[in-house]
């Protein structure tokens, strides 16, 4: 059996046209709403934060795509277009919504081969999937398990300590909101699949693990012995 030869249908050139329109078309979704966007109550879910979100998955989705042999153009486009839709739809539709502006642009922008297409919105539409990530294309998987992981670990962390300001609580309910980002890391731990995804999981659980532990020894009066116990807990279970 002959070994299949992907050509690339996506140049440096045409990925970072498609970044400027998904950065273009979140500003418009936050500009174009009275109040501000469906989510810009919340300020990490303003166009910048969720460009930002959108460039960690398509980092992270590549890496894993890269290691685990997915089709590398798929699924960086797939993660690049996955949230386009975030800020004007609701949740439980954004990745359909998602997906149709990610056709619309491929066919538009491009003779990308209707194959490629697919691929790519069937991925950007799926990417919400709760179920078990084998039963999806290898690249749909890469692009689940890299939304996943842009919540663990240190950016999950300073995520959580920025809602922590928003919502007017105290430095001394840090060690708490900390423990809510390795919660979500242990659940990432049970959900992701791959080897790579797995490998990275575990490298910023235990940088969470270590900032939750250096934040109850440094603050005075802060019941840390729960804490320290979670942490203890957490090791003996990597």
Sequence with gaps: MGVEIRESPVSDEEFEAMQVFVHDYLTASVENEDEGGRMRWYPWHSA???FNHI???VDLATKIAR???ANVDVTRVAALFHDIAKL???QDVHAEAGARIAREYLHS??????S?????CAAVADHSYQGDLTDL?????CLIEADILDKVGANGTALMLLRMGYEARTHMDAAEMVDRVIERGYDARERVESDTAESIVHKRLKRTRWFQEWLELEVAEMDADDALDDVATGMGDS
């Design 109 to 114: 922008h491009g003779d990308y081969p209707e």
């Design 48 to 50: 910048e934060y969720r």
């Design 55 to 57: 460039l960690n998955v």
């Design 137 to 141: 294309p290898l690249e749909t998987q």
């Design 67 to 69: 290691q685990e042999g």
């Design 88 to 90: 004007e739809a609701e």
């Design 116 to 120: 490629f297409v697919e691929q790519v």
